[in-house]
Antibody
Framework: EVQLVESGGGLVQPGGSLRLSCAAS????????MNWVRQAPGKGLEWVSY????????YYAESVKGRFTVSRDNAKNSLDLQMNSLRDEDTAVYYC??????????????????WGQGTTVIVSS | DIQMTQSPSSLSASVGDRVTITCRAS??????ITWFQQKPGKVPNLLIY???SLQSGVPSRFSASGSGTDFTLTISSLQPEDYATYYC?????????FGQGTRLEIK
């Protein structure tokens, strides 16, 4: 079964850093873009970052730009999110999600078709 | 940024009911919209992509339509396992954005 497993969450003080990882298995990781999506307690989903199959295409939400850095190692089937200068409002469950190319007729559409179970980040003093 | 506005924010319905959730984009997104279902404590699950295409494994009672700025997700006959929160999500432009969610509850 296709699988994504996140790790690295925890409790960190405001201003601190944390590195999340996402291990992919049972699919060709290098062929898929990947997203990080987060969900604050009791709140909705928020897109955080996208990385393409190579590192030429990387995007961030404005709320994390300049503080978070996404990277991937296709040889190790892994995705990382380095989070610096953490704030209270970064407290959330962080999910990695595969960005599938889903075809309708001759057109390709993005869809997050596989998600990890999430890792919890708590920013608090 | 493209704002995605769902309505209603919450909805009570009975098993067997037909339920419709709407999502409006602040500007045209063509058909670059997906829909997710999230049950409490669970991971989001992709239901629909390209506005109306059913993801593999999703029951046929789910359907969706729309293009441009106005979209709908319909459950034709509500089942007990459908009680969840539903999110629309646009993939037309970065930053990708979600609707605020529609919580579907048992009446």
């Amino acid at each position: 079964e296709v699988q994504l497993v996140e790790s690295g969450g925890g409790l960190v003080q405001p201003g601190g850093s944390l590195r999340l990882s996402c291990a992919a298995s049972r699919f060709t990781f290098s062929s898929f873009g990947m997203n990080w999506v987060r969900q604050a307690p009791g709140k909705g989903l928020e897109w955080v970052s996208y990385i393409g199959t190579s590192t030429h295409f990387i995007y961030y939400a404005e709320s994390v730009k300049g503080r978070f850095t996404v990277s991937r190692d296709n040889a190790k089937n892994s995705l990382d999110l380095q989070m610096n200068s953490l704030r209270d409002e970064d407290t959330a469950v962080y999910y990695c999600a595969r960005v599938g190319d889903l075809w309708v007729g001759g057109s390709s559409y993005y869809g997050m078709d596989v998600w990890g179970q999430g890792t919890t980040v708590i920013v608090s003093s | 940024d493209i704002q995605m506005t769902q309505s209603p924010s919450s909805l009570s319905a009975s098993v067997g009911d037909r339920v419709t959730i709407t999502c409006r984009a602040s500007q045209s997104i063509s058909n670059y919209i997906t829909w997710f279902q999230q049950k409490p404590g669970k991971v989001p699950n992709l239901l629909i992509y390209a506005a109306s295409s059913l993801q593999s494994g999703v029951p046929s009672r789910f359907s969706a339509s729309g293009s441009g700025t106005d979209f709908t997700l319909t459950i034709s006959s509500l089942q007990p396992e459908d009680y969840a929160t539903y999110y629309c999500h646009q993939t037309h432009s970065i930053p990708w954005t979600f609707g605020q969610g529609t919580r579907l509850e048992i009446k």
